[in-house]
Structures are given as structure tokens and as C-alpha cells.
């Protein structure tokens, strides 16, 4: 046992020279050996944009996250269903993430961790392993939407002759691209993301440019948060595209992705300098995310809302379209998804919109399940400490995300999975408290955070948001429940949602005594080790 003397000066030592190595609980990394170093100015500044350039990749990566299928998907429905009446939604939405990001950025930054690798240290056991197959669910979900994504977007191009599972496996090879691409340096790697941001940026904004939205309806509908003749549906597809937007691995991933940055974390400027730079990366990452998002919705709400299958059945008679069977001869209102998406846009504006339109969708869908795979990378290795090789681990991820998708897609057509959009919706909004209620308990801790731990305002504006979200989508679960009518399903799920509900209050108990309740520490069993100190050494003039 360490004598008070001993402990004190063992304390002061590791203020002096930074965190103190602890063996058993250093997390295992085998990425960023080589990080990217940060340009020194010759004069301080207060802005260099040769430093923001440095910074630059982690933040655009993260947003790629806010343009998969799935985002698309919920972008165009949004359209058809209400108009520009939800882009206010969209917009909130977007903030909301940033704020969050900015959450997972600044743990990455001041602790050298990632989320994944303090949940590892700071929950027991059990509580650790829940939480690692919440997210791994999250993340298969997510993955299976993607992989879908790009075989919708193979069988468009096509013209139907590449099948669904052929379009699956054909994703495969992107695992290979990833790992060749990662083999030769994390800047090709952020600039291949960026090339494919870019593909996207110019595939939906072709298509923005030929439906040609009218533009005082796209801002009245982002900047007036009014939905009036709104409905059910409505309701529904505003709580759809929050959980949409807001994904639980993706809070994981960027905070495993600043650690590329070659920062002195025992120099309290430079830290507080790449935390100001990578909010700023950031929020122009999720602009350019924001405006391929509004490009999609005012697309569909233009061209498509109010309009029923029969309209849109005899349009693509009338061109010849091979895929008028689609739409039913009735006057419902018109449903879509990506494939009808792209569908609809052909017989409307022509083969090219549909052809843009899918490489589009395969630019979205190849970037979006390669950062799924960095994901389940950081989730994996933080969790479980494991020490496998690199392409040991992006074959099994892959693995668990392909195998559940290709049966989907040999025992469904392409023209039948809504439904299962649907349910892998629900499925990440399930997970999502278990991304929010960590980030905002880790970063609420100042023996892990110091200085740069919350202050009041963003312990209880964060909290108060992250109850907004996680009853946003509850109450789209809830609904989704609901309308499948059946008693077996509704008995499974009050039990699940017993052990649900329970484990969400455990880890908000934690949150709790994080944020300073500690009157609920009754038993003083929470115990938060330090795993970070900054140096407080005076800072030198250079």
C-alpha cells in the first residue's frame, strides 16, 4: 500500500509530465501509428488556414454518415410526403449533430481515447459488453442499409441485369479498396472519402439543377418551423429523419478519428487549438452534408408531392418506362424509396436523372459502409482490447454485416424493402442512448476531461438535447411497434423493453453522478480514475 506521501507525489509527477501509463488498462491501437503532423506558425494567429487544412478529413469523414442510403431514403420520402414543410427539421437536426460530434471530438482530443476505449475503463464488465452489442447492432444495421444502397444503385445502372445479391456481393470489394487505401496513408484514404463527397455533391445537385425547386419555398421551408395540413405521416417522417441524421456509431467513430492528428495533449493550447479546429472542419463538413440533404428534399418535394401512383404510373407509360408496373393504378398518394426514387426521376426528367441518381446513391452508399467499417474497427478493437491484425478485423466486421444482408437480398426482390428499411431504422434509433448518455457523461468528468470538461450550460443544454433525441426516437419505435397489429410482438416487446429501459437508467445513473448529482452515489461504487491530466506547465512564447 502507497503511503499519502508517496501517492502525492506520484500525483504531482504525473502533472508535470503528463498521464502516468498504466499497462493493464492502455488501450490497443493499431491505426494512426504515423499521424499527421500540424504546420507551427512563425507568428501566432488567430486563424491559419494552413492549420485547418491539416485538420481537415476527420470531420469530413464523419459526415458521411449524414449522406448514406438511408439518409437519402428518409431525404426524398420527407419530400414526396410533406413538401419543403420539414426542412426545419432537417436543418435542427443537423445542428443537434454537430453539438453531439463536438462532444465526441473533444473526448478523442483531451484523452488520447476514443469513446469505446474509456467506456472499456470506466464500466464493469457486463455493463461493457451490453453496451458493445448495442453498438455492433448499430453498426450491422447501418451497414446492411449501405450495402443495399449499393446494390439498388448497381441493379439502376444495369438497366435490372445485375440482381440484388449480385449487387451485395459485388460490395464486397470495398473492403479490399479500404484496406488498400489505408495500407498507403490516412490522407489518400480522407481524399478518396472527399472525391466521393464531391461525386454526390454534383449527382444531387444535377438533379436539384433540373427539377429547379422554387427557391423562396426551399428557404421558407428551412427557416420557418411551421408544418400546417400536417398529419400523422408528417409526424412520423419529421421523427424519421432525426433518427436518421443522428446515428449512434457515429459518435464512436469520430472520436477514434481526431486521434489522427499528431497533437501534444500535455500542452493545454494546443489542445484547446485543435478542439477550435475541429469544430470548425466540422461544421463545414456537415454544411456541405446539409446542402446534398436539401438538394434530395426539394427534388422530390417539387417534382413529386401530392402526387398518387396513377399519375406517376401513366408518366412513365407514356416514356417507355420498363418499370410503370411499380405503381399501382390507384389515387393513393405516391410512396418511394431509393429504387423508386430513381425510377420516378427517369420517366420525369429523363434516363440521365436516373442514371446520375444511381451513381449518386453507389457514391453514397461505397463511402458510407467504408466508414462503417472503421467503425466496427474502433468499436471492436476500444471494447474488446483486441490485438488482431488489421485485416482480421475488417473481414470479420464485414462478415457480420454482409452475411445478414445477402439473405435479405436473395429472399427479396428490390422492389419490396421498405420494410425492412423501416425495421433498421428503428434498430439504430434503439441504439442511439447508448452513444449519447457516455459522450455526455465522459466529457461532464473533469478528473478525465480537466479543463475542457462541460461547463453548466452544455451539462444541462446536453442533457436536456439527448432527452429530446432518444424520446424522438423512442416515440418513433413506439409507433413502428405499434402498427404491425399483433399481440406476440407486443408481449416480446414489454419484455424486452423492460431489460431495455433498465440498462438506459444504469448508464444514466452514471450520467447523473457524472453531471454532479451525488446524492445518488449511495453506494460510492462509481468510481471515474483519472486517465488523463493536462499539463498546466507555463506556455512559451515562440
Given at each position: 500500500?502507497?503511503?499519502?506521501?508517496e501517492?502525492?507525489?506520484a500525483?504531482?509527477a504525473?502533472t508535470q509530465?503528463?498521464p502516468?501509463?498504466?499497462?493493464?488498462?492502455?488501450?490497443?491501437?493499431t491505426?494512426?501509428?504515423?499521424?499527421?503532423p500540424?504546420p507551427?506558425?512563425d507568428?501566432?494567429?488567430?486563424?491559419?488556414?494552413r492549420k485547418l487544412?491539416a485538420?481537415?478529413?476527420?470531420?469530413?469523414?464523419?459526415s458521411?454518415?449524414?449522406?448514406d442510403?438511408?439518409?437519402?431514403e428518409s431525404?426524398?420520402?420527407?419530400?414526396?410526403?410533406?413538401?419543403?414543410?420539414?426542412?426545419w427539421?432537417l436543418?435542427g437536426a443537423?445542428i443537434?449533430?454537430?453539438?453531439?460530434?463536438?462532444?465526441?471530438?473533444r473526448l478523442?482530443?483531451v484523452?488520447g481515447?476514443?469513446l469505446?476505449?474509456?467506456?472499456n475503463?470506466h464500466?464493469?464488465t457486463v455493463p461493457?459488453i451490453?453496451?458493445?452489442?448495442?453498438v455492433?447492432?448499430?453498426?450491422?444495421?447501418s451497414?446492411?442499409?449501405?450495402?443495399?444502397g449499393c446494390?439498388?444503385a448497381?441493379n439502376?445502372?444495369?438497366?435490372?441485369r445485375?440482381?440484388?445479391?449480385a449487387?451485395v456481393?459485388?460490395?464486397?470489394?470495398d473492403?479490399f479498396?479500404?484496406?488498400?487505401?489505408?495500407?498507403?496513408?490516412?490522407?489518400k484514404l480522407?481524399?478518396?472519402f472527399?472525391?466521393l463527397i464531391t461525386?454526390?455533391?454534383?449527382?444531387?445537385g444535377y438533379?436539384y439543377?433540373r427539377?429547379a425547386p422554387?427557391q423562396a419555398?426551399?428557404m421558407?421551408g428551412?427557416?420557418?418551423?411551421y408544418c400546417?395540413?400536417c398529419g400523422?405521416a408528417?409526424?412520423?417522417?419529421?421523427?424519421?429523419i432525426?433518427?436518421a441524421?443522428i446515428?449512434p456509431?457515429?459518435i464512436?467513430?469520430?472520436s477514434a478519428l481526431v486521434k489522427?492528428?499528431?497533437i501534444?495533449?500535455?500542452?493545454?493550447?494546443?489542445v484547446?487549438?485543435?478542439?477550435?479546429?475541429?469544430?470548425?472542419?466540422s461544421?463545414?463538413a456537415?454544411f456541405?452534408s446539409?446542402l446534398?440533404?436539401?438538394?434530395v428534399?426539394a427534388v422530390f418535394?417539387e417534382?413529386?408531392y401530392g402526387?398518387t401512383?396513377?399519375e406517376?404510373?401513366?408518366?412513365?407509360?407514356?416514356?417507355?418506362?420498363?418499370h410503370s408496373e411499380l405503381?399501382?393504378?390507384?389515387n393513393?398518394?405516391l410512396e418511394?424509396?431509393?429504387y423508386k426514387?430513381g425510377?420516378v426521376?427517369?420517366?420525369?426528367?429523363?434516363?440521365?436523372?436516373?442514371?446520375i441518381w444511381?451513381?449518386?446513391?453507389?457514391?453514397?452508399g461505397q463511402?458510407s459502409?467504408?466508414?462503417?467499417t472503421?467503425s466496427?474497427q474502433?468499436?471492436m478493437?476500444?471494447?474488446?482490447?483486441l490485438?488482431w491484425?488489421?485485416f482480421?478485423?475488417?473481414l470479420l466486421t464485414r462478415?457480420?454485416?454482409?452475411l445478414?444482408?445477402l439473405?435479405v437480398?436473395?429472399?427479396?426482390?428490390?422492389?419490396?424493402?421498405t420494410?425492412?428499411?423501416?425495421?433498421?431504422n428503428v434498430?439504430q434509433s434503439?441504439?442511439?442512448?447508448f452513444?449519447?448518455?457516455?459522450i455526455?457523461?465522459?466529457?461532464?468528468?473533469t478528473?478525465l476531461m480537466?479543463?475542457?470538461a462541460?461547463g453548466l450550460?452544455?451539462?444541462?443544454g446536453?442533457?436536456?438535447l439527448?432527452?429530446l433525441?432518444?424520446a424522438?426516437?423512442?416515440?418513433?419505435v413506439?409507433?413502428?411497434v405499434t402498427?404491425?397489429d399483433?399481440?406476440?410482438i407486443?408481449v416480446c416487446?414489454?419484455?424486452?423493453s423492460?431489460?431495455y429501459?433498465?440498462f438506459?437508467?444504469?448508464?444514466?445513473w452514471?450520467?447523473?453522478?457524472?453531471?454532479g448529482?451525488?446524492?445518488l452515489?449511495?453506494?460510492r461504487?462509481?468510481?471515474?480514475?483519472?486517465?488523463?491530466l493536462?499539463?498546466?506547465e507555463p506556455e512559451l512564447?515562440?
Amino acid at each position: 500500500m502507497k503511503t499519502e506521501q508517496e501517492e502525492d507525489a506520484a500525483q504531482e509527477a504525473e502533472t508535470q509530465s503528463g498521464p502516468v501509463s498504466d499497462p493493464q488498462h492502455d488501450p490497443v491501437s493499431t491505426y494512426f501509428e504515423q499521424k499527421v503532423p500540424i504546420p507551427e506558425d512563425d507568428v501566432p494567429k488567430l486563424f491559419s488556414f494552413r492549420k485547418l487544412w491539416a485538420f481537415t478529413g476527420p470531420g469530413f469523414l464523419m459526415s458521411i454518415a449524414y449522406l448514406d442510403p438511408g439518409n437519402i431514403e428518409s431525404d426524398l420520402q420527407s419530400g414526396a410526403i410533406a413538401g419543403f414543410k420539414l426542412l426545419w427539421v432537417l436543418l435542427g437536426a443537423t445542428i443537434i449533430g454537430l453539438l453531439l460530434q463536438r462532444l465526441a471530438a473533444r473526448l478523442g482530443v483531451v484523452t488520447g481515447m476514443h469513446l469505446a476505449e474509456v467506456c472499456n475503463r470506466h464500466y464493469p464488465t457486463v455493463p461493457r459488453i451490453i453496451l458493445w452489442l448495442m453498438v455492433e447492432l448499430a453498426i450491422i444495421g447501418s451497414d446492411m442499409q449501405e450495402v443495399i444502397g449499393c446494390a439498388i444503385a448497381f441493379n439502376l445502372l444495369s438497366v435490372g441485369r445485375i440482381p440484388l445479391w449480385a449487387g451485395v456481393l459485388i460490395t464486397i470489394f470495398d473492403t479490399f479498396v479500404f484496406l488498400f487505401l489505408d495500407k498507403y496513408g490516412l490522407r489518400k484514404l480522407e481524399a478518396f472519402f472527399g472525391l466521393l463527397i464531391t461525386i454526390m455533391a454534383f449527382s444531387f445537385g444535377y438533379e436539384y439543377v433540373r427539377v429547379a425547386p422554387d427557391q423562396a419555398e426551399v428557404m421558407k421551408g428551412m427557416f420557418v418551423p411551421y408544418c400546417s395540413g400536417c398529419g400523422a405521416a408528417q409526424l412520423e417522417q419529421a421523427v424519421g429523419i432525426v433518427g436518421a441524421v443522428i446515428m449512434p456509431h457515429n459518435i464512436y467513430l469520430h472520436s477514434a478519428l481526431v486521434k489522427s492528428r499528431d497533437i501534444n495533449r500535455g500542452n493545454k493550447k494546443e489542445v484547446k487549438e485543435a478542439n477550435k479546429y475541429y469544430f470548425i472542419e466540422s461544421s463545414i463538413a456537415l454544411f456541405v452534408s446539409f446542402l446534398i440533404n436539401v438538394f434530395v428534399v426539394a427534388v422530390f418535394a417539387e417534382a413529386f408531392y401530392g402526387k398518387t401512383n396513377m399519375e406517376v404510373g401513366q408518366k412513365c407509360n407514356e416514356t417507355g418506362s420498363p418499370h410503370s408496373e411499380l405503381f399501382p393504378a390507384n389515387n393513393q398518394t405516391l410512396e418511394v424509396d431509393i429504387y423508386k426514387g430513381g425510377v420516378v426521376l427517369g420517366c420525369f426528367f429523363g434516363p440521365a436523372a436516373l442514371y446520375i441518381w444511381a451513381v449518386g446513391i453507389l457514391a453514397a452508399g461505397q463511402s458510407s459502409t467504408m466508414t462503417g467499417t472503421y467503425s466496427g474497427q474502433f468499436v471492436m478493437e476500444g471494447f474488446l482490447n483486441l490485438r488482431w491484425s488489421r485485416f482480421a478485423r475488417v473481414l470479420l466486421t464485414r462478415s457480420i454485416a454482409i452475411l445478414p444482408t445477402l439473405l435479405v437480398a436473395v429472399f427479396e426482390d428490390v422492389q419490396h424493402l421498405t420494410g425492412m428499411n423501416d425495421f433498421l431504422n428503428v434498430l439504430q434509433s434503439m441504439q442511439l442512448p447508448f452513444a449519447l448518455i457516455p459522450i455526455l457523461t465522459f466529457t461532464s468528468l473533469t478528473s478525465l476531461m480537466n479543463d475542457f470538461a462541460n461547463g453548466l450550460v452544455w451539462k444541462i443544454g446536453g442533457g436536456l438535447l439527448i432527452l429530446l433525441v432518444c424520446a424522438i426516437n423512442i416515440y418513433f419505435v413506439v409507433v413502428y411497434v405499434t402498427a404491425l397489429d399483433s399481440t406476440v410482438i407486443y408481449v416480446c416487446s414489454a419484455l424486452l423493453s423492460i431489460i431495455y429501459l433498465s440498462f438506459i437508467l444504469y448508464l444514466v445513473w452514471h450520467c447523473l453522478i457524472a453531471l454532479g448529482v451525488s446524492c445518488l452515489d449511495f453506494r460510492r461504487s462509481v468510481q471515474y480514475p483519472p486517465a488523463v491530466l493536462v499539463d498546466e506547465e507555463p506556455e512559451l512564447d515562440s
